[in-house]
T-cell receptor, first 116, second 109 residues
Framework: EAEVAQSPRYKITEKSQAVAFWCDPI?????LYWYRQILGQGPELLVQ????????DSQLPKDRFSAERLKGVDSTLKIQPAELGDSAMYLC??????????????FGPGTRLLVL | GNSVTQMEGPVTLSEEAFLTINCTYT??????LFWYVQYPGEGLQLLLK?????DKGSNKGFEATYRKETTSFHLEKGSVQVSDSAVYFC????????FGAGTRLTVKP
């Protein structure tokens, strides 16, 4: 069964350093999402792509976060500089419209970030 | 805007007990409803979904019915197992997903 791939699985960094996360969606899924999940909470959307275009980045802290999906396939999320409050799980999801026009998102295993 | 409210956990049950995790929602239009499960250190796995009112989603013995009149999507399982221990998230949306805070379930042998 096809899966969403993410790397690295774990990342420890010091504050003010730069970090980057990578996501490879399920083949053929045009829509890609990045979520942040703080411990003990549900995921919150950071950015949504449709192919290579950003559809929604209203919750992305653009002063330090950036995301790209240059060829409309895999994607990179970057944080520079990292802050202590960025410690969280970063989840990538992808989706395709179902035959009934409903959408289901499939999640990768996540990258757990710890900022020291 | 759309939002989801889940019953707070943690929930601790004995093996073979009946499970209910409550979920209510506020939404404009008719979004799809989902239950996701998250095991320790892993991402979210889709457990079941329902796309319109009165639909029942089911998977691995879990069920949930999309109730428009009570704006609810409660998760149920007749007999839980130790392997069901995880965090369960209710979610709604059509692209712009909204998740509940999650309910941690622990099943003891």
């Amino acid at each position: 069964e096809a899966e969403v791939a993410q790397s690295p699985r774990y990342k420890i960094t010091e504050k003010s350093q730069a970090v980057a996360f990578w996501c490879d969606p399920i083949s053929g899924h045009a829509t890609l999402y990045w979520y942040r999940q703080i411990l003990g909470q549900g995921p919150e959307l950071l950015v949504q792509f449709q192919d290579e275009s950003v559809v929604d980045d209203s919750q992305l802290p653009k002063d330090r976060f950036s995301a790209e999906r240059l060829k409309g396939v895999d994607s990179t999320l970057k944080i520079q500089p990292a802050e202590l409050g960025d410690s969280a799980m970063y989840l990538c999801a992808s989706s395709i419209q179902g035959l009934d026009s409903q959408e289901t998102q499939y999640f990768g295993p996540g990258t757990r970030l710890l900022v020291l | 805007g759309n939002s989801v409210t889940q019953m707070e956990g943690p929930v601790t049950l004995s093996e073979e007990a009946f499970l209910t995790i409550n979920c209510t929602y506020t939404a404009t239009g008719y979004p799809s409803l989902f239950w996701y499960v998250q095991y320790p250190g892993e991402g979210l796995q889709l457990l079941l979904k329902a796309t319109k009112a009165d639909d029942k989603g089911s998977n691995k013995g879990f069920e949930a019915t999309y109730r428009k009149e009570t704006t609810s999507f409660h998760l149920e399982k007749g007999s839980v197992q130790v392997s069901d221990s995880a965090v369960y998230f209710c979610a709604l949306g059509r692209g712009d997903m909204r998740f509940g805070a999650g309910t941690r379930l622990t099943v003891k042998p």
